[in-house]
């Protein structure tokens, strides 16, 4: 039978895995790693301060597994034996019931204070006014409304840089969840039901969103564009979009909403009145009683 492997060994295999992930992780694009608002920084920093918390528990539990294993393996022939002989111990037992019972009351504070402070429907003080977007989920593609400009977009929201964007949030199909995770966090659209979502982006740049909750078969091509840039450039694309796309009538979005994948952007001018609450009026009254489209 061979010697067993030094312990010195295992702790160089630790390390370099650790100096491998974190390389890894470095080179790899993960939105909700790399935020670029105000809101999902926040988001960010709750999750770095709760995942650092827990490791004063985990960390040391699996340092504790490694060395039992070690210490009590069929291997070793040492004269050491297993004497359980800290039953009842109350000093010890109260040490690791009072360490998680305080980490517990820690998050508790820490999770009630950040429930409150990134309330989906709490307004982001701004200097800049807050602009209004009406987003509608269809089958399987978003429409972003902006009732303020007179326009309206199909898989690509365009925001200024450092100006609250107050989304109203809606389905004409089934439940969805609306998420941009380098500006905010998600939240749920459902037919015949308005949400809120106030986000910020504070640097220009180019983000993903998509849909966070599965709604059938095109669920996968369910995303959408989201640039955020200077209000400058956003004013030149409202202006461009208004004066060369054609209207957003009842017609053209009927034609709109029946299902289809991988939908290309697509915008429009002059959307229909009151287009997003017709929406959500429409099934709020009896199968066959509603309001047409």
């Known amino acids: 039978m061979g010697k067993p492997k030094k312990w ?15 390389g890894y992780l470095s080179t790899v694009n993960i939105p909700i790693l790399q935020p670029k608002g105000i809101i999902a920084d926040k988001e960010f920093r709750l999750l770095v301060a709760v995942v650092l918390i827990m490791c004063i528990v985990v960390v040391p539990v699996f340092i504790m597994l490694g060395y039992i294993v070690w210490k009590y393996r069929d291997s070793n022939h040492s004269p050491k034996q297993y004497t359980p002989d800290v039953s009842g111990n109350r000093k010890l037992e109260g040490l690791w019931w009072l360490i998680p019972s305080i980490i517990i009351a820690v998050l508790s504070v820490i999770t009630w204070n950040a429930s409150y402070a990134l309330n989906p429907y709490k307004p982001i003080p701004s200097r800049n006014r807050t ?6 989920a269809l089958d399987w593609k978003w429409l972003f409304i902006y009732p303020t400009k007179g326009i309206a977009s ?15 949030l809606t389905s004409d199909t089934v439940m969805n969840s609306f998420w941009i995770p380098q500006l905010s ?12 979502l106030f986000v910020m982006a504070d640097q220009p740049g180019d983000y993903k969103g998509w849909s966070a909750n599965i709604s059938g078969i095109g669920f996968a091509s369910m995303m959408f564009n989201v640039h955020a840039s200077s209000s400058g450039q956003f004013n030149l694309w409202v202006n461009k979009t208004k004066y060369i796309s054609p209207k957003l009538n009842l017609a053209a979005y009927n034609r709109l909403a029946k299902p289809s994948m991988y939908v290309k952007p697509q915008y429009y001018s002059s959307p229909e009145p009151n287009l997003f609450y017709r929406t959500i009026t429409k099934y709020m009254f009896p199968a066959g009683k509603g309001m047409n489209r």
């Open 154 to 168: 199909v898989n690509d929201l365009r925001i200024p840089v450092n100006t609250p964007v107050h989304f109203y």
């Open 131 to 136: 602009l209004p977007v009406e987003v509608i």
């Open 8 to 22: 010195w060994f295992w702790i160089i295999v630790l390390v370099a895995a650790a100096v491998i992930s974190i």
């Open 185 to 196: 966090g998600q939240i749920y659209d459902m037919p015949g039901m308005q949400t809120q």
